[in-house]
């Protein structure tokens, strides 16, 4: 993932471009740290990479240890990517009241803090490559299904979990910035066995409750 210079930005405006996972963050990195970073802005000048971009920034409540945080707020916006993705968007459209909407760059400096040391080893392992896995609409959509899929069992009250999809759909975000079609393999295999495990596990604990709701009633 070797990215090339920054290019100067335009007078009064960040200049987001589509290059490697490590240029994209040194761009959240700098400036100061209650300066609030708009969606719009951000995604505005991206191309291939909004996506990732976008879903990157999505999780980020998912790594927040106060409960109900990651479902009520990663997985609408988490939702919105994969049904746009779904239904073959290749850029993300945002409503107004989201793209006014953003984190602050010290929240996106404790988070790139916190994952920097693994985030530099997966530096090292990924670059664009497999294609077929990541451009075509069957592909595209498929991604869109799973992370639909995912960002509804992150919305469910399953003990311990946010950290483990939360770090699933980081890598998501990953293969979508980096264009890395064997991670993006890797990310179907992983969440196919998610949605399939933790949806039976969850349809079993609903299906408890109705049964209790039933008998009390």
Do not use: C
């Not at 980020?60 to 073959?88: D, E, N």
């Amino acid at each position: 993932m070797n990215s090339p210079a920054d290019p100067p930005p335009e007078p009064g405006r960040d200049a987001y471009r589509n290059e490697g996972i490590r240029t994209l963050l040194a761009m959240f990195d700098r400036g100061d740290p209650e300066h609030r970073l708009l969606l719009g802005t951000i995604l505005r000048d991206l191309q291939q990479s909004a996506f990732g971009v976008f879903l990157f920034v999505a999780i980020l409540p998912a790594f927040i240890p106060i409960p109900g945080v990651a479902g009520a707020v990663s997985g609408p916006l988490i939702v919105l990517i994969g049904a746009q993705m779904l239904f073959g968007m290749r850029r993300p459209w945002l409503p107004r009241f989201i793209a006014g909407r953003g984190p602050r760059r010290g929240t996106m400096h404790r988070f790139l803090a916190r994952i920097d040391r693994p985030l530099r080893r997966l530096d090292k392992l990924l670059k664009p490559r497999l294609p077929a896995l990541l451009v075509p609409y069957p592909a595209h959509a498929f991604t869109g299904l799973l992370l639909i899929l995912v960002a509804v069992l992150l919305s469910l009250p399953i003990p311990f979990t946010n950290y483990l999809f939360g770090f699933q759909l980081l890598l998501f975000a990953l293969a979508l910035l980096e264009r890395d079609g064997v991670l993006m393999l890797l990310n179907w295999i992983g969440a196919v066995a998610a949605v399939v495990f933790f949806g039976f596990s969850s349809g079993q604990l609903v299906s408890y409750t109705m049964e209790q709701v039933q008998r009390w009633f």
